[in-house]
C-alpha cells in the first residue's frame, strides 16, 4: 500500500512541496475569476484552460492553496482523483450546454446575455433535488421557516446564513445552487432565533444537523450563537447535534492552527458536557485526503475532545468508482478512528452525467470494497439514494420466481412507516436513479408513489 509520500509533489517550476509542511498556512481561496493565477494551472494548454473557465462560468469553482499544494499530484493532472474532485473539467456540461456558453465567451458577448444563457443552463441540471424546496420546507404558524428542512420525523437540517460557502468547492456538489449567487436557489436561515422557534414547536425532533455549504467556514463565535441555546434545558428532546463538513479535508487547520481553533474545540466539548451527542459528518471521496500529517492531527484533535467523525461520500465516476478505492478509505478511516456511515450514489443534479454510476456497478464496488475489510469496517450503509421518497439502499441483485430483480431497502422515509421496508425493482443494468426503476412482479407502482 503506497505511503504518505505520495503526497509530495512536483510544481511546474520542479520544486518540491511538502505536504506535511503546511500547518500554518495562510489560508487563500481562488475562484473562477482567479483561475488563470494559479501557477500549476499554467502547465495546461490554453485550451484546457479555457474549457475551465467556461465550465467555471455555470458551475461552482473555488479551491484554496491547501488543497492544490497538499492534496493534488501535479503529476498525474487531470486524473488525479483531487483534482477532478476541485476543478472544472470539460465533460462536467453536456456538449450543448459547454457550446453555448464556449460561444458567448470567444464571441465576446455582453454581460446580460450571458448571465441569460447561464441561467438557462443552470435550470436545466435541477438545481433543487428529492423535493428540497418543494417538499422540505417547513411552515411555522403559517409562515415558511427560512433555512431549515424537515424531511424525515426525528432530524431537522439547518442552513446558517453565514455558514453557506465551503473552504473549496466539490465538483459534484449536490448542493451547487447555493453557490451561484442566485437568491431564488439558495437555502439559508435569515434570523438566528428560526431554529429555536421552529424546535420549540417540535418535540418529536431529536437531532440538528448544522449543514451548508460548511458551517465550519464561520467563526467559532458565529456558530456558537447558533448552537449554545440548545444546550439549555428547554431543548431537551434535542439529543443529538451533527455539524456537516469537509473542512477536515479542504482546511485541517480549522481546528489545528485557526485563531479560534482552539475555541471551537472547546465548544465541541461543552456540547457533550450538557449531554448532547456530538457527531462531525465529516465528507471524504478518496483516501488521499487522509494521508497529509495535519489531516491527521486535525481527526486526532477533534476525537480528544470526545466527538464522534462519521464519514461519508458518494461513489464517482472519475474519482472513487473502484472497490479497491473505497477499502483502502475505509480501511484507513478506522485505524483513525472515524466511523465509515454512507456510501451514496451521486445524487440527479449538476453534473450528474459525468460522475454518475449504474445502480448496479454502484452495489458491486460496495459489495467487492466490504469484502476487502474486515467487519469493523463495515459500518458504512450503501449504496443509498437521497431521493425523494427517502433514503433508498440497493441491496443486490437477486432472483425470484425466474425474474432477475434489484433488491432495495428503505433506509430512512418521509413516512416513518417505509423505514426499513424492503422492495424489488425489475432488472435495469443502465439504471442511475431510483426513477429509472420499475416495480418488479408486475406491480404497478411503488409502495411509496402514492
Not at 214 to 227: E, F, G
Not at 263 to 272: G, K, T, V, Y
Not at 355 to 367: G, M, N, T
Not at 442 to 449: A, I, N, V
Request: hydrophobic share 40%; proline share 6%; glycine share 4%.
Amino acid at each position: 500500500m503506497p505511503n504518505s509520500n505520495i503526497l509530495a509533489i512536483a510544481t511546474p517550476d520542479a520544486t518540491t512541496f511538502d505536504a506535511n509542511n503546511v500547518s500554518h498556512q495562510r489560508f487563500k481561496v481562488f475562484t473562477a475569476k482567479q483561475l488563470n493565477q494559479i501557477p500549476q494551472l499554467q502547465s495546461l494548454s490554453p485550451d484546457q484552460r479555457f474549457e475551465m473557465q467556461v465550465v467555471a462560468s455555470v458551475l461552482p469553482f473555488r479551491v484554496n492553496q491547501y488543497v492544490i499544494d497538499a492534496l493534488i499530484n501535479w503529476q498525474n493532472v487531470p486524473q488525479d482523483p483531487i483534482f477532478q474532485l476541485t476543478f472544472p473539467q470539460r465533460g462536467m456540461l453536456k456538449p450543448e450546454h459547454y457550446e453555448r456558453v464556449a460561444e458567448a465567451l470567444s464571441s465576446g458577448a455582453d454581460q446580460p446575455t450571458l448571465k441569460s444563457i447561464i441561467s438557462e443552463i443552470r435550470a436545466e441540471l435541477n438545481p433543487h433535488p428529492a423535493g428540497q424546496l418543494e417538499h422540505n420546507i417547513p411552515t411555522l404558524n403559517g409562515a415558511v421557516v427560512e433555512g431549515l428542512q424537515h424531511k424525515y420525523r426525528e432530524t431537522v437540517l439547518f442552513f446558517p446564513s453565514s455558514g453557506q460557502v465551503c473552504h473549496s468547492y466539490c465538483t459534484f456538489c449536490f448542493r451547487w445552487a447555493q453557490f451561484v449567487g442566485d437568491k431564488d436557489l439558495k437555502i439559508a436561515a435569515r434570523e438566528s432565533n428560526q431554529l429555536q422557534d421552529y424546535l420549540r414547536e417540535h418535540p418529536e425532533v431529536t437531532d440538528v444537523l448544522v449543514t451548508g455549504g460548511d458551517p465550519l467556514v464561520m467563526k467559532t463565535r458565529n456558530l456558537r450563537a447558533y448552537l449554545e441555546p440548545l444546550l439549555s434545558a428547554e431543548f431537551a428532546h434535542i439529543r443529538t447535534i451533527r455539524i456537516g463538513s469537509k473542512a477536515l479535508t479542504f482546511w485541517p487547520q480549522r481546528v489545528v492552527t485557526d485563531d479560534d481553533a482552539e475555541d471551537l474545540l472547546a465548544l465541541f466539548r461543552e456540547i457533550q458536557a450538557a449531554g448532547k451527542h456530538l457527531a462531525l459528518m465529516a465528507h471524504y471521496n478518496h483516501w488521499q485526503e487522509l494521508e497529509p500529517e495535519i489531516a491527521r492531527m486535525a481527526i486526532r484533535r477533534v476525537r480528544e475532545t470526545g466527538a464522534q467523525i462519521r464519514a461519508q461520500g458518494p461513489l464517482l465516476a472519475h474519482i472513487n468508482d473502484s472497490a479497491e478505492v473505497w477499502a483502502r478509505l475505509w480501511q484507513t478511516q478506522v485505524e483513525l478512528g472515524i466511523i465509515p456511515y454512507y456510501m451514496f450514489v451521486e445524487r440527479d443534479t449538476g453534473a450528474r452525467h459525468y460522475f454518475e454510476v449504474p445502480l448496479i456497478k454502484a452495489w458491486e464496488i460496495y459489495r467487492d470494497a466490504m469484502q476487502s475489510v474486515s467487519g469493523i469496517a463495515r459500518t458504512a450503509r450503501g449504496p443509498s439514494m437521497s431521493s425523494h421518497p427517502g433514503k433508498v439502499e440497493i441491496q443486490g441483485v437477486t432472483e425470484i420466481h425466474g425474474e432477475k430483480v434489484i433488491a432495495l431497502r428503505m433506509i430512512q422515509g418521509r413516512n416513518p412507516d417505509w423505514v426499513q421496508r424492503p422492495f424489488f425493482a425489475k432488472y435495469n443494468a443502465k439504471a442511475t436513479w431510483l426513477n429509472h426503476l420499475e416495480p418488479a412482479f408486475g406491480e404497478k407502482s411503488f409502495f411509496f408513489d402514492d
